[in-house]
T-cell receptor, first 116, second 113 residues
Framework: AQSVTQPDIHITVSEGASLELRCNYSYGATPYLFWYVQSPGQGLQLLLKYFSGDTLVQGIKGFEAEFKRSQSSFNLRKPSVHWSDAAEYFCAVGAWDGGATNKLIFGTGTLLAVQP | DAGVTQSPTHLIKTRGQQVTLRCSPKSGHDTVSWYQQALGQGPQFIFQYYEEEERQRGNFPDRFSGHQFPNYSSELNVNALLLGDSALYLC????????????FGSGTQLSVL
C-alpha cells in the first residue's frame, strides 16, 4: 500500500539557516512525489513535484527536493530560511490513471517554526 | 482568474445533522477531488469526480457522498454527522488534459458539536 512518512513533527530553525525536511514513501512503482505548504487557515500550495527525469527538482520560493530511489526518500531543502517560510509542510505521493490525478497520499506534515 | 473557491468557510453543526459543502474549480479544470484534514493530520482523500461521476473513492463510509454539476462545480454531503467528522474539508481541482497539478481551495472548517 502507498504511504508517506514524515518523521519530524516539528522543526525550529533560525532565520538564514539551512533547512531539510524529511520524507520517506512506500510505493510499488515509480512514484509521483509532491511537496505542499499550508499556512494557518489556508489551503495547500504546491512547492514542487517530481514525475521523472532529473532527480533534483527546483520549486517555488527557493525550495528544492531530491528524489533518491535507493532510500525511498524525497527530502525538501532550502539553503536559507526566511521568517515567512514558517508553515506546515506536507509530502505526498500520487498515482495517475488516464492522465488525471487519482488521489494523493499525504504524510502527517512537519510544522516549521523560524526563530529571528 | 479565480482559483478554487469553497463555501462556506466555517460551519457549525450538531451530531446527527446533515451538511453540504460546495466547491467551484479553477477555470479550465474539469476534475474535482475532496479531502478531509483532521487537526494535526495530513489530508485524506475522500473521492474524486469527473464527468459528473465518482471515479475513485477513499476509505470513507457511505455517509459521505458527492455530486458534480455540468459546470464542473461539486458538492460534498455528509449525513448523520459524528463528532469525528470535525475537520477541514479541502477541495482540489485539476484538468485531465493538463499537467497533473492539483490546485486546492482554502477549505471549509466543519465543527460538529
Amino acid at each position: 500500500a502507498q504511504s508517506v512518512t514524515q518523521p519530524d513533527i516539528h522543526i525550529t530553525v533560525s532565520e538564514g539557516a539551512s533547512l531539510e525536511l524529511r520524507c520517506n514513501y512506500s510505493y510499488g512503482a515509480t512514484p509521483y512525489l509532491f511537496w505542499y505548504v499550508q499556512s494557518p487557515g489556508q489551503g495547500l500550495q504546491l512547492l514542487l513535484k517530481y514525475f521523472s527525469g532529473d532527480t533534483l527538482v527546483q520549486g517555488i520560493k527557493g525550495f528544492e527536493a531530491e528524489f533518491k530511489r535507493s532510500q525511498s526518500s524525497f527530502n525538501l531543502r532550502k539553503p536559507s530560511v526566511h521568517w515567512s517560510d514558517a508553515a506546515e509542510y506536507f509530502c505526498a505521493v500520487g498515482a495517475w490513471d488516464g492522465g488525471a490525478t487519482n488521489k494523493l497520499i499525504f504524510g502527517t506534515g512537519t510544522l516549521l517554526a523560524v526563530q529571528p | 482568474d479565480a482559483g478554487v473557491t469553497q463555501s462556506p468557510t466555517h460551519l457549525i453543526k450538531t451530531r446527527g445533522q446533515q451538511v453540504t459543502l460546495r466547491c467551484s474549480p479553477k477555470s479550465g479544470h474539469d476534475t474535482v477531488s475532496w479531502y478531509q484534514q483532521a487537526l494535526g493530520q495530513g489530508p485524506q482523500f475522500i473521492f474524486q469526480y469527473y464527468e459528473e461521476e465518482e471515479r475513485q473513492r477513499g476509505n470513507f463510509p457511505d455517509r459521505f457522498s458527492g455530486h458534480q454539476f455540468p459546470n464542473y462545480s461539486s458538492e460534498l454531503n455528509v449525513n448523520a454527522l459524528l463528532l469525528g467528522d470535525s475537520a477541514l474539508y479541502l477541495c482540489a481541482s485539476s484538468s485531465r488534459d493538463g499537467d497533473e497539478k492539483l490546485f486546492f481551495g482554502s477549505g471549509t472548517q466543519l465543527s460538529v458539536l
